[in-house]
């Protein structure tokens, strides 16, 4: 045991070590804890040769369990400690606390009560101020009245030297002192009391009030001569004191080198910036950059004019913003106003369209200057005011009783009514409001009521028919000579019926699964791609009832003009030109030629121009400078011209009209538009297309004029709807109602007019036809059985074929470039089918020989090379099958059999349908084809 006692010794000295408070302060690890206990213990187990002994360590634990207990103890006691005395100190902080909020409540107390007396005692001190004042002024004004009287008094007696010295020697002080004086003394005699021996009194103080006056505005006169503000401002400060300052105002406005110089030159200025404005009245050119020149430099002038002015207005007089509101509104009522009128005098000899743009561009020019001057009040006018707390109330109160009584004095002078009103509200109204009133009052007297829009309404009538007056004027000629024609045609319509068979189009046309007549199945107004509008209208359909483009951006305008300009909506026509590369259609914006029909009022082509015409429009497809020059058909061209003729009356009716009219007044020039497009120009247009295609004899050959037609009026609606996409609908977007209206009119003109197209198109496909079956009516009957002798001279293309090849070729050209997308197809595959059915009961009425079936089969050949070309797969596949027909004709009769045995297009075919042409071979009854035919029955 003896040797266990110091490792006894030498482990509690260890575990002494670990059980501190400061290895328990840190973070603590368990198993750390345990090695530092029992680290030593297990070393010396491990040298020992002995085996394990647990009593140390379990001796080792309790010491260490012992010295635990004992921390623990100590530590509960400090903390015991430590909680008394922190609840000492909370104690001891809470009546710490409560002994300061008593003291600042007497503190708050007391203030209050300190309060209330220096409240009564500022009452009272108040009060006393208030009589002091009242005694101060009874005082002013009993010495005021003294003077009154000793004055009153001295002009009794005839004498004034007093006020004549207080006037020449007391300087500006004593000029505005003897002004307000005199103005009592005038006040005094005005009111008619009874002052005895006051007539001579009376007498001498108007007198002196006269020449008061006068010698003031003489003095004023002289200093405004030598540009000497300082002696201006003296006599113009005694005169507001004396009258309200009415008549210096007056003297100064009207001696004004500006207005002087205007009344002697305005006639000559508004000649000279007339005479700059070429071409202002050109319908078919672009409108003058009219801002640009003479009317700038005038607008101009008139805005440094007003800047230069403020700066001596407002070193003058103590009421400069009247002032400068009399001088902008003479400056507006005067010289603007007589500008304008020469201007529009000018104008309106030269025509409409010269007064209308002459208008908007002096409301823009206008209004750029209201805006110029707004932005001077803003930047200099205002800060001047408010630097120098200008309050001008007691002054204009009196300058509008002395103004006041002046007009009634003179109930002539309108100026001077004016300057009341204007010096009345001075200090109610800004000089930005006034210039606001002054624009309104200047154009009221041409677009109150409507006056503008009814000129704007009656210029576009005019205007669109100018543009397509040689058109018109030919409508109009062939509609007054048809009566003269009533009978021929219908000799020409019966002598055509006689020429060849009934049309197949209405019988077999079906067999083409759909004709071209207004059904929801076909291609008429109702089935979106109508065949009188090449591409999707960017509506839909005509009975869609919403437009596309509605929200618009833009956002809606503000006042007059606010937000839309005369660019914003020539710039939208740039949209138009973008047809330029659809080979369909003619954008061509500037004027047309010298012989254009889009323009000019030269006679109009002749009736029989059309037949002309027409021969042509068949022997190759126009172009679109030779449509250009035509007067007898409907111009894109001129449309385009028309179009931007109306996109720039609806810029002058954004500039022109309040913000709330814009979309009703927009809406009615575009119902104005519509209705001159659909009524006026493609209404007889198509009318005249019907006309002549009902004149043409039945079974010669159609007039391709037609096509031509309905290519424009395609593209004519296609522009109409693009027009109202980018100039109207965003103006009107803003009002649902007039939104509504607007969408309304241009779906009824869209589908009126592709509901007509279709129509022509339909009639026009019949006459094809017609035509077709015309021509197969000449075919002889010995050109399927030739001799044999002859059949080396002749071609291998009967004449019939040949001539509808020839057709067909001319046909297919002028529909590739009159129509595009589906309905190019349509028209084509209708034709080609009228032309496939037409064959089938052609072959079956002539009887072919051997050398005969050579000849037919070469003809189907090239039919159906020609219709190959329409690019047709369902025309493709019935011309196959009417070519395998064409080989019943061919081969012999011992080989029949077999052939309509094999397993081919032609073996597939209906046994009873093949039996009509194999009767039509010549050796039908020699070679017992009919026992053939019953064999295979």
Request: one cysteine or more; proline letters at 4%.
């Amino acid at each position: 045991m003896s040797p266990s006692k110091p490792r006894t010794t030498n482990q509690d000295a260890m575990t002494r070590h670990a059980l501190t408070v400061h290895h328990f302060q840190s973070d603590f690890d368990a198993k750390d804890f345990f090695e530092r206990v029992s680290g030593n213990l297990v070393l010396q187990s491990k040298r020992a040769a002995k085996p394990y002994d647990p009593q140390m360590f379990i001796q080792n634990f309790e010491m260490a369990a012992k010295e635990l207990g004992k921390l623990q103890r100590e530590i509960e006691q400090q903390m015991r400690e430590v909680g008394h005395v922190a609840q000492a100190s909370e104690v001891q902080y809470r009546t710490r606390v409560d002994g300061i909020r008593r003291a600042f409540r007497n503190i708050e107390t007391n203030f209050e009560a300190l309060e209330s007396k220096v409240n009564g005692i500022g009452s009272t001190a108040i009060r006393v101020g208030e009589q002091l004042e009242s005694i101060e002024r009874e005082r002013t004004r009993a010495a005021d009245v003294e003077d009154l009287v000793e004055f009153f008094i001295e002009f009794g007696h005839g004498r004034s030297s007093r006020l004549e010295e207080l006037l020449s020697e007391g300087g500006p002080e004593g000029q505005c002192k003897a002004a307000v004086i005199t103005r009592r003394l005038n006040s005094i005699i005005q009111d008619g009391g009874d002052f005895g021996t006051s007539d001579r009194a009376r007498i001498n103080i108007e007198q002196f009030c006269e020449r008061l006056e006068r010698d003031l505005l003489d003095a004023f006169d002289r200093a405004y001569r030598s540009q000497d503000t300082v002696t201006m401002a003296s006599c113009a400060r005694a005169l507001i004191e004396f009258n309200g300052g009415a008549s210096c105002v007056q003297m100064y406005v009207n001696q004004h080198e500006f207005f002087m110089k205007m009344a002697e030159t305005q006639t000559a200025v508004a000649d000279q910036t007339y005479q700059a404005l070429a071409g202002i009245n050109d319908l078919q050119t672009a409108p003058p950059p009219v801002l640009d020149g003479e009317l700038s430099t005038f607008y101009r002038s008139i805005s440094k004019m007003l800047r230069h002015e403020w700066t001596v207005i407002s070193a003058v007089f103590p009421n400069a913003l009247a002032v400068m509101q009399v001088l902008a509104q003479r400056v507006f009522a005067q010289s603007l106003q007589n500008y304008l009128e020469n201007l529009l005098h000018l104008a309106e000899h030269d025509g409409q369209l010269a007064y209308l743009r002459i208008l908007a561009a002096c409301h823009i020019g206008t209004q750029n200057l209201v805006r110029d001057l707004q932005q001077f009040d803003v930047d200099v006018m205002a800060p001047f005011f408010c630097a120098h707390d200008a309050d001008q109330s007691p002054v204009a109160g009196t300058i509008a009783a002395t103004v006041a009584a002046m007009a009634g004095s003179n109930s002539g002078s309108s100026t001077a009514a004016s300057t009341a009103m204007l010096l009345d509200t001075q200090s109610a109204a800004s000089f930005s409001v006034t210039l606001v009133r002054c624009m309104d009052d200047l154009f009221v007297p041409y677009i109150e009521n409507q006056r503008y829009l009814e000129v704007e309404a009656r210029f576009l009538l005019g205007a669109f028919q100018t543009l397509v007056s040689r058109f018109l004027a030919y409508a109009a000629q062939r509609k007054a000579a048809r009566p003269k024609n009533v009978f021929a045609r219908t000799i020409n319509q019966f002598t055509g019926g006689a020429a060849g068979p009934t049309d197949p189009a209405g019988s077999n046309g079906g067999s083409g699964g759909g004709g071209l007549s207004p059904h929801p199945t076909g291609v008429g107004s109702g089935s979106g791609e109508m065949i009188a509008h090449g591409s999707p209208t960017p509506t839909g359909g005509s009975g869609q009832a919403a437009a596309s483009g509605g929200g618009g951006g833009a956002g809606s305008n503000g006042g007059s003009g606010g937000g839309y300009s005369m660019p914003t909506f020539a710039s939208s026509l740039a949209q138009f030109t973008s047809l330029n590369s659809n080979p369909t259609a003619s954008t061509n914006l500037g004027g047309p030629s010298p012989s254009g029909g889009g323009g000019g009022n030269g006679a109009a082509a002749s009736p029989n121009a059309s037949r002309k015409l027409g021969h042509s429009a068949n022997l190759h497809v126009l172009t679109d400078a030779e449509l250009d020059q035509e007067d007898t058909l409907p111009s894109v061209t001129s449309a385009l011209q028309i179009l931007k003729v109306h996109a720039e009356a609806v810029a002058r009716c954004v500039e022109l009209s309040l913000a709330a009219d814009v979309p009703k007044h927009t809406v009615r020039l575009f119902v104005s538009l519509t209705d001159f497009l659909g009524t006026r120009y493609l209404d007889p247009a198509l009318e005249l297309a019907l006309d002549e295609l009902n004149d043409t004899p039945r079974g010669h050959e159609p007039d391709f004029r037609t096509f031509y037609t309905v290519r424009a009026g395609n593209q004519i609606i296609h522009l109409a709807q693009c027009h109202f996409r980018t100039a109207i609908a965003p103006l009107i977007a803003p009002a649902p109602s007039q939104y509504r209206d607007a969408v309304a009119n241009k779906n009824d003109f869209t589908a009126a007019l592709e509901s007509r197209l279709n129509q022509l198109v339909i009639r026009q496909i019949t006459a094809v036809s017609a035509y077709l079956a015309a021509t197969l009516a000449k075919q002889r009957k010995s050109d399927y059985r030739p001799r044999e002798e002859d059949f080396q001279a002749l071609s291998l293309a009967t004449e019939p074929c040949a001539a509808i090849i020839d057709f067909l070729g001319r046909f297919h050209q002028t529909i590739e470039y009159c129509f595009d997308g589906r309905n190019r197809e349509q028209v084509l595959r209708e034709v080609g089918i009228a032309l496939h059915d037409l064959l089938l009961e052609h072959f079956r009425t002539y009887t072919v020989s051997v050398l005969g079936g050579l000849i037919l089969s070469d003809d189907i050949a090239k039919y159906q090379e020609a219709v190959k070309k329409f690019r047709c797969p369902d025309l493709d596949d019935r011309f196959s099958a009417l070519r395998n027909i064409g080989t019943l004709f061919l081969v012999r009769a011992d080989v029949l059999q077999s052939l309509l045995d094999e397993d081919t297009d032609l073996g597939r075919m209906e046994r009873t349908f093949l039996i009509p042409y194999l009767q039509m071979r010549e050796d039908y009854r020699t070679a017992r084809i009919a026992e053939i035919i019953d064999a295979m029955v």
